[in-house]
Nanobody, 125 residues
Framework: QVQLVESGGGLVQAGGSLRLSCATS????????MGWFRQAPGKERDFVAA????????SYADSVKGRFSISRDNAKNTLYLQMNSLKPEDTAVYYC??????????????????WGQGTQVTVSS
């Protein structure tokens, strides 16, 4: 079992930045691929970014490429999402997720086994 706790959300103006963190506990975080998803009101949960257990490979949704950066610090058991040039359409609840490590980086909700409780990000125009 892996427990995930997100933090770092908040209210920011368009063009601003936020860094989300996801603290992991339980089994060794480095055994898991990690990802970020987001869910806006009335919409499905969508893929944002993912990376492999060592952080050597990453994947991003087209909507965030060049603006968001996913990283991890396995020594601190923490996953990060640096979000720059934020837009109002980035407003959502952001979730971190984990799955057993694999060389591929799946982008579907059903491919992940563990989820955090989410953190709200609101971008004002």
């Amino acid at each position: 079992q892996v427990q995930l706790v997100e933090s770092g959300g908040g209210l920011v103006q368009a063009g601003g930045s936020l860094r989300l963190s996801c603290a992991t506990s339980g089994r060794t975080a480095s055994n898991y691929n990690m990802g970020w998803f987001r869910q806006a009101p009335g919409k499905e949960r969508d893929f944002v970014a993912a990376l492999t257990w060592l952080g050597s490979r990453t994947s991003y949704a087209d909507s965030v490429k060049g603006r968001f950066s996913i990283s991890r610090d396995n020594a601190k058991n923490t996953l990060y999402l640096q979000m720059n040039s934020l837009k109002p359409e980035d407003t959502a609840v952001y979730y971190c997720a984990a799955r057993s490590r694999t060389t591929v980086l799946p982008q579907k909700v059903v491919d992940y086994d563990y989820w955090g409780q989410g953190t709200q990000v609101t971008v004002s125009s």
